[in-house]
């Protein structure tokens, strides 16, 4: 994120379910003096070579943050969207609208 970002991700874990289902769940903090709306985690995934496996996004809980305030958030992978087994490094992205 920019370094004069108001909102930063303070915690991720990644596991994988009995269905091989990948669950990321994690918190966003703002950081800012604003109130940013509809604050979405986008999350592109790399295999080894660094080449692109796919892209999933999700919303905090709840989508505005107020400031000091945190949201937690939970995104689902599936084996039939991105091959899962390839999967070496994520990137996170954090989007949002304001008033």
Request: net charge negative; charged share 10%.
């Amino acid at each position: 994120m920019p370094t004069n970002s108001p909102l930063i991700i303070t915690s991720t874990f990644m596991h994988k379910d009995t269905l091989n289902v990948i669950i990321i769940t994690g918190e966003i903090k703002n950081i800012g003096t604003s109130t940013p709306n509809f604050v979405q985690l986008i999350s592109t995934f790399y295999d080894i070579n660094n080449q692109t496996l796919g892209n999933e996004n999700t919303y905090t809980q709840p989508s505005t943050l107020q400031p000091t305030q945190s949201g937690p958030f939970t995104m689902y992978l599936s084996p039939n969207n991105m091959p899962l087994n390839k999967i070496d490094h994520v990137k996170y992205h954090l989007e949002w609208r304001t008033q």
